[in-house]
């Protein structure tokens, strides 16, 4: 593994935690919902009159952050090594984990593990292991 020390921003890393944990805070607190990315696009799928308002500015601000970002800063240039058929099908295996596992990495690893929620601990260990063995995998074995 080679780290880039030239292009390594521990700040920006550092604010984007923090601005990602202080929107969860703020959903929870306010609207008493938990921050976890599928249900809230799942939310929209199944819209009730009462819950869409809140979950489309909570996507739109999602697609709006990269552009706020640029103002700023450069975006990182992004480099998919894949093809599309195997973005597909990885896409549907994400979204199948996500449904057996009752939620994403965002509601389980950001806003379940700061509640001490064990199913998130054990769902967000069960995404790390796989992570980290499918990465094992692939660069070492495969």
């Known amino acids: 593994m080679h780290i880039d020390w030239m292009n390594f921003t521990p700040w920006t890393a ?4 923090a601005l990602i944990g202080l929107a ?6 306010f609207n008493g919902r938990i921050a976890g990315i599928s249900g ?18 909570f996507v739109a ?20 090594e894949a093809s599309w058929p195997v973005l597909v099908v990885a896409g ?11 939620g994403c990495t965002s509601g389980h690893g950001v806003c379940g593990v700061s509640r001490l929620s064990p199913r998130s601990l054990a769902a967000t260990l ?10 094992a995998l692939l660069r070492h074995v495969v």
């Open 14 to 17: 550092l604010a984007g935690g």
């Open 24 to 29: 969860a805070a703020c959903l929870l607190l």
């Open 40 to 57: 809230i696009v799942g939310g929209l799928l199944r819209p009730r009159a009462t819950d869409i308002g809140w979950r489309l500015a």
């Open 61 to 80: 601000g999602l697609l709006i952050a990269p552009s706020v970002y640029r103002l700023f800063a450069a975006l990182p240039r992004i480099r998919i």
């Open 92 to 102: 549907l295996l994400v979204g199948l984990g996500t449904r057996y596992g009752s």
């Open 126 to 135: 069960s995404f790390m292991a796989a992570g980290f063995a499918t990465v």
